[in-house]
């Protein structure tokens, strides 16, 4: 089983909102990662979790803030967003192993809408 | 800077033909290649991979080769279905490094 999930499927927000992306994985990948994708853009990494330890974020603004609870689940806390940020939020997951980390598995994505 | 790019947006292709998909990139520390396809509003679905140490992965109809010296790499598709009509991303990373660095993106179409 290869499934990655990510709710909700879609959110709009306004710019005073608070709300929360949730991700989760069970196939005990230790890796975990957000990715933001513009239209007819590539994929842009944003943070990366490993064994539930932030090692990567890719200077992305305060106003998104993630968290990983546990090894199976990953969030993305929002708040005072901007209507720049709408986008497609992608989750994904990886093994990392002493040698590595490999193929990274995506979810469906969350389609955020800023007004 | 774009360290890895697919310079053809878009490749139409007559269904049963073969679909050669390709991407080059320019960092040398990358040593592991992968390939995804996306449908719209869809996360992407990995398809294939390879390493540095390799010059060819195979996978059903699913072939990547990898040529270093050139920095460059292909996806055949053999046969083409029209199920394959999508976006195709080639990624790249550090094997030892979380991050993958994407492509632009091959919007392919095969037609029936």
């Known amino acids: 089983d290869t499934e990655v999930t990510q709710t909700p499927k879609h959110l709009v927000m306004g710019m005073t909102n608070k709300k929360s992306l949730k991700c989760e994985q069970h196939?005990?990948?230790?890796?975990m990662y957000w990715y933001k994708q513009k239209a007819k853009k590539p994929p842009e990494l944003m943070f990366v979790?490993?064994?539930?330890?932030?090692?990567i974020n890719e200077s992305v603004p305060s106003r998104f803030s993630p968290e990983c609870p546990n090894s199976s689940l990953l969030n993305l806390h929002l708040h005072a967003l901007q209507p720049e940020d709408s986008a497609l939020y992608l989750c994904?997951?990886?093994?990392?192993?002493?040698?590595?980390?490999?193929?990274?598995?995506f979810g469906p994505g969350t389609r955020l809408t800023v007004t | 800077d774009q360290q890895v790019k697919q310079n053809s947006p878009s490749l139409s292709v007559q269904e049963g033909r073969i679909s050669i998909l390709n991407c080059d990139y320019t960092?040398?520390?990358?040593?592991?290649f992968l390939w995804y396809k996306k449908y719209p509003a869809e996360g992407p679905t990995f398809l294939i991979s390879?390493?540095?140490?390799?010059d060819k992965n195979e996978d059903g109809r699913f072939t990547v080769f990898l040529n270093k010296s050139a920095k460059h790499l292909s996806l055949h598709i053999v046969p083409s279905q029209p199920g394959d009509s999508a976006v195709y991303f080639c990624?790249?990373?550090?094997?030892?490094?979380?991050?993958?660095?994407f492509g632009q993106g091959t919007i392919l179409t095969v037609h029936p």
């Open positions: 990624a790249a990373k550090r094997l030892s490094y979380g991050k993958l660095t």
């Open positions: 960092n040398s520390m990358f040593d592991y």
């Open positions: 979790y490993s064994y539930e330890k932030l090692s």
């Open positions: 196939m005990g990948h230790r890796a």
């Open positions: 390879i390493s540095s140490i390799k």
């Open positions: 994904a997951s990886s093994s990392n192993t002493g040698t590595g980390h490999y193929e990274q598995y």
